[in-house]
């Protein structure tokens, strides 16, 4: 307002002043200067540069040589004409030349006057259009602009969190919505870790309406070409077939209940004698399925543990699998479902292959597994490949059936998003978890550590594998070295490593449920070594954050020592991933160059090249490599004898680490704090009944559950930022 007010004062002046001027001309010689105007025009060419610019000044100045020109003028037109016929011809002709610079400034001053009118006439004009263009800019365009109409709808569900993030063609993120899921646990059944399956896919639904309602899509649905969905892997649940509705909570890829099953399986005759024979047959064959049948040993990590478990003790489960109406599904089955409304019962080779109950050398469901835990097979999904059409969602959502065209694992989504389409190509995710993934090509490989073949994806005939190694639960080490006080903020743990030269001797171990390939050892507990009382947390921060280095060359050496084939490059992505310091590091001690992806979500941004690829947004994979930008690239500068002996003393606390628990299984016994005695679980017992004495009175009540509300996914933005989003 303050800009047009101004405009139109300046106007007003202008106006005025062009009225004084008419009054003026009208009193000299009726309008000589306009019966002159070709002469004047001829001599404007030749004027002064400095008369010209001394005339650009402010409106008073203008007005005040306006007023001293008209007297001028009249005084000498009064004493040319009394004095005309006594002047000489000289004097005639400087007179003239003087009626001429009067009159020609005059001139000049009127068209600048007018020129300056026009000028803040445009201004006015261009300020009122900008104004109206911006309003509509803020009323339709909130959002970045597509570069087309086709949009893709993407579902990235995560350990804590689930978003919904709308692309266009050039994987620029249009909107997106984010919603919480709280992981749910309960005092009285240690190791168990659910959330809400209900609850999820109202998240879902939530989320996904959110991103549409903020993108170009509210106005016409029809511009969403197609729906991919990508999630944690392992964590599942089952549900009736003739209601749809679920017989118990998400087990996710955390819970530890099925400890004892997974000790009874590993102890057991069966499984020793799977051992020996594939062994015996791989010296013969060397062909590398037989090699990962000798090492066939489960955890809790597999959905097919905590599967047995659920057959084995809810009734209702039983019942349900023995009436054929028991469905078992991972979390994009569960949304897959309910989005098409009952209609689709399906998964992907991703998702599947990482259950545990998937043979990747055979590319078809593990029968020995089924037959080892009794599982019953006609309640597990259908299998299709990564990028498929697998029905569409129901108009009743959105106002409009939109086809899902793509499903995939978390871990092969980011990989897949990373362009990793090459033999060699390997990613470390480091979030919640610390995985590195290598493309191992059109064939599955088995490893000697303890790492395990999973299909990357399956584009009809083109089958992808990856050979992954999980380190640890990185984001668990964080949240609990914040809770003891080390820092208020994961976002300072950057600068707090970088403010000292070293860790002083201290290593940290964050092995809080054991130790993943290539030690393979559940047993090991997390530890902390090396401190003396000149340590300060600024060191054992920086020990924190080394270890992520430490274990990455870990899995990055066994893939080395298996010798299938070299890397060839390394990218990558995560949340802890963005911290400077832990790039650095790992670069140095692995001796590799690291390419960090530029893109923020590169676990959504995979499945959605995936989907784009069935709806012909994209033709091939070759189209998708362009999208792919570098943030920056971390290069190797540790002299190579500091990273040596880092490591040896790496290596050192490893082995201390090492076979500390009694028990393998969190949450199942052992010197782990959960009923491993009588003694123990009398104190235990003791300490619940205090505990519910001081918060409800003298009589004590069961716990209920805790519901963990807070998401350790971290949404501040840091230039070194270490959130704990599972990728």
Request: a negative charge; proline letters at 4%.
């Amino acid at each position: 307002m303050d800009i047009y007010k101004n405009n139109n004062e300046q106007n007003n002046n202008t106006e005025n002043r062009n009225d004084d001027d008419d009054e003026d001309n009208k009193e000299n010689n009726n309008n000589k200067e306009y019966n002159d105007r070709n002469d004047n025009i001829v001599m404007k060419e030749n004027y002064n540069v400095n008369n010209i610019e001394h005339l650009n000044i402010n409106n008073s100045q203008d007005r005040q040589q306006c007023n001293n020109n008209k007297t001028t003028t009249t005084t000498t037109t009064t004493t040319t004409t009394t004095t005309s016929s006594n002047s000489t011809n000289l004097e005639s002709k400087e007179i003239q030349q003087q009626q001429q610079q009067q009159q020609q400034q005059q001139q000049q001053q009127q068209q600048q006057q007018q020129q300056q009118q026009q000028q803040k006439q445009q201004e006015i004009e261009n300020a009122n259009d900008n104004g109206e263009n911006n309003k509509v800019n803020n009323e339709n365009h909130s959002h970045p602009i597509p570069v087309s109409e086709e949009l893709i709808l993407t579902v990235d569900v995560g350990t804590t969190n689930l978003r919904a993030i709308i692309f266009d063609r050039n994987l620029t993120i249009i909107s997106k919505s984010i919603q919480t899921i709280p992981l749910m646990t309960d005092d009285n059944k240690p190791g168990y870790i659910e959330q809400d399956p209900d609850r999820l896919w109202e998240a879902c639904k939530d989320a996904m309406k959110e991103a549409i309602a903020s993108s170009p899509a509210k106005n016409n649905i029809k511009m969403v070409k197609s729906i991919g969905i990508t999630n944690q892997r392992s964590s599942f649940l089952t549900w009736r077939r003739d209601t749809g509705r679920p017989i118990h909570n998400l087990i996710t890829w955390q819970d530890g209940r099925s400890g004892e099953i997974c000790r009874n399986a590993n102890n057991s005759l069966a499984v020793k004698g799977i051992h020996g024979a594939t062994k015996f047959v791989h010296l013969f064959t060397g062909k590398p399925r037989y090699l990962a049948a000798s090492q066939l040993d489960f955890s809790t990590a597999h959905s097919s543990t905590r599967l047995a478990w659920v057959l084995e003790n809810l009734p209702e489960a039983k019942k349900a699998a023995k009436e054929e109406q028991m469905l078992f599904g991972t979390i994009d089955t569960w949304l897959l479902w309910n989005l098409t409304g009952g209609r689709e019962h399906a998964t992907d080779y991703s998702n599947i292959s990482a259950t545990g109950l998937f043979d990747p050398f055979e590319m078809k469901l593990n029968s020995v597994v089924f037959y080892l835990f009794n599982i019953p097979t006609h309640i597990m999904p259908k299998i299709y490949d990564t990028s498929h059409h697998f029905g569409d969602c129901i108009p009743e959502l959105f106002g409009h059936s939109i086809p899902i065209t793509a499903l995939c694992g978390d871990q092969q989504s980011a990989m897949f998003g990373e362009c990793c389409f090459s033999e060699g190509d390997t990613k470390l995710t480091i979030g919640t978890g610390c995985f590195v993934n290598i493309n191992t090509g059109n064939q599955a490989r088995a490893s000697r550590f303890g790492m395990y073949p999973l299909v990357g994806w399956k584009i009809k005939n083109d089958v992808t594998y990856v050979m992954e190694g999980k380190g640890m639960s990185a984001g668990t080490a964080i949240d609990w070295a914040q809770s003891f006080g080390m820092f208020n903020d994961p976002w300072e743990t950057s600068a707090m490593a970088s403010s000292v030269p070293h860790s002083q001797g201290v290593v940290f171990v964050p092995a809080f449920t054991g130790l993943a390939p290539p030690h393979n050892d559940p047993r090991a507990r997390g530890l902390i070594i090396g401190m003396s009382p000149s340590t300060r947390k600024e060191h054992v921060v920086r020990a924190l954050l080394e270890s992520f280095g430490y274990r990455c060359k870990e899995l990055i050496d066994a893939i080395h020592t298996d010798a299938y084939q070299s890397i060839r490059r390394v990218v990558a992505d995560g949340g802890v991933c963005q911290n400077d310091f832990v790039m650095q590091f790992i670069s140095d001690v692995c001796g590799i160059h690291i390419d960090r992806a530029a893109h923020p979500e590169m676990t959504a941004s995979g499945v959605c090249m995936l989907a784009g690829l069935e709806v012909g947004i994209w033709k091939n994979k070759e189209e998708l490599v362009s999208l792919r930008h570098s943030s920056k690239i971390f290069e190797p500068r540790m002299n190579k004898d500091i990273k040596r002996k880092l490591f040896k003393r790496w290596e050192r606390a490893v082995k201390r680490s090492m076979y500390w628990s009694e028990n393998s299984f969190a949450g199942e016994g052992g010197d782990d704090g959960y009923l491993d005695s009588d003694e123990e679980k009398k104190l235990r017992n003791d300490h619940l009944q205090q505990t519910n004495n001081n918060i409800n009175g003298p009589t004590s009540q069961p716990s209920s559950p805790k519901i963990i509300a807070t998401s350790p996914t971290i949404t501040k933005s840091s230039p070194n930022p270490i959130p704990n989003k599972n990728n």
